[in-house]
């Protein structure tokens, strides 16, 4: 028989006392995330619901738009604040005052009617039910009452008087979906408005914050136990504020080289691309107003510029301010009586006129 027709058998493979037994795996390890600081609202407050007009107490209509809220957009921007700014003072430069109407009561009067798209006027009668004068009330505290000819002076909801009935007059910017209060044009642009004032608030925490971007650590190494991850993690967390960047001292025994990394963020994406929000933002903001750029001293971003100056004047002013003008001229049909009257626009100085 040969060795290949022997028959073979299996025999159990078994460990000598010399051979050392195998050494109990170690449990898997656990990875571990988390971020270093607090979460930053991006609208913070600044949601703007079109509620529509409905009644409080039983005695007047509140506005569709929250007022008091407008009034902070006002000047929550550099672009949207002057561009209401420059309506108001062309129309203001070519107002020719009056005994009844003051220059300065005028600009308040389209103050109001450019942010909130409403102007209150009251009449201001003596003993004898003579005229005395027109005197602007703040529309931001004016309230439409239920009945006709009805208005209230509101500074709160506890405090209330109501104006003598028949003496306010209301212009408006009409509105679409109610005929009680007007709203203002730039309603559309208000996201953007609001999007161009994060981005500067943004940039302003982004170098208050030293510039920096933020970063990831990274722990690999398998010398650092959960205590020294807390450890690691409470240091950092007390590292946050003014004068965060502070130097930190991390001790690891039998540690690898690269067992600790700090991975960087981009720089680009901590920015968040400040120049080109900044850019479309306003050029919402000016399509809104439909003020042209170089009224509004925006430097061009290219060689040919935005044109001549004094073109664009004077069609901004063509468009856009004279039927602002037919608009308070409206009062004079009201009070019977040429008190709001305008120069024609002309880029050389106004003459000063006697008061009418």
């Keep these: 028989m ?3 027709d022997k028959p073979r058998m299996r ?7 010399s051979e050392p037994a195998a050494e109990a795996s170690p ?3 656990r990875a571990e995330a988390f971020t270093f600081g607090e979460p930053v609202p991006v609208t913070d407050l600044a949601d703007f619901l079109y509620t529509g007009c409905w009644m409080l107490t039983a005695r007047w209509y ?4 929250d007022l008091p809220a407008l009034a902070k957009v006002y000047r ?3 672009h949207h604040g002057s561009s209401l700014q420059v309506k108001r003072n062309i129309l203001s430069r070519s107002f020719i005052p009056h005994r009844l109407l003051s220059r300065q009561a005028f600009r308040a009067l389209v103050t109001d009617y450019l942010v909130f798209g409403n102007a209150y006027i009251e009449r201001v009668y003596g003993r004898l039910g003579r005229l005395l004068a027109l005197r602007p009330a703040r529309a931001k505290y004016v ?3 239920v009945e006709e000819g009805q208005y209230w002076w509101v500074t709160s909801w506890q405090v209330a008087s109501e104006f003598e009935r028949d003496s306010v007059i209301h212009l408006m910017e009409p509105d679409i979906n109610q005929e009680i209060y007007g709203v203002p044009d730039y309603l559309g642009a208000l996201q953007s408005i609001l999007l161009n004032e994060n981005a500067t608030l943004f940039r302003r925490k982004y170098y208050l914050n030293g510039s920096h971007a933020g970063f990831v650590m990274y722990v690999s190494d398998t010398a650092q136990n959960q205590e020294d991850i807390d450890a690691m993690r409470e240091a950092l967390r007390n590292s946050k504020g003014v004068g965060n960047f502070r130097n930190l001292f991390l001790h690891s025994p039998g540690g690898k080289k690269d067992g600790v990394q700090i ?7 901590a920015k968040d691309e400040f120049a080109g929000i900044k850019q479309e933002t306003r050029d919402d903001t000016l399509a809104s107003h439909r003020v042209p750029p170089q009224l509004m001293g925006v430097m061009p971003n290219n060689v040919g510029g935005f044109g001549d100056v004094e073109k664009a004047a004077r069609v901004f002013v063509t468009n856009e301010l004279e039927p602002l003008q037919a608009v308070f001229e409206e009062v004079n049909d009201l009070v019977g009586e040429q008190v709001i009257r305008f120069r024609p626009y002309t880029l050389e ?6 008061t009418g």
């Design 62 to 65: 509140e506005p569709p738009v």
């Design 11 to 17: 025999v159990p493979a078994t460990l000598s006392e």
């Design 349 to 354: 100085a106004a003459s000063e006129s006697p």
């Design 27 to 29: 449990a898997p390890a």
């Design 263 to 269: 991975i960087p963020i981009s720089e680009v994406a």
């Design 76 to 78: 929550a921007t550099a």
């Design 2 to 4: 040969t060795t290949a």
């Design 143 to 145: 309230r439409r009452g």
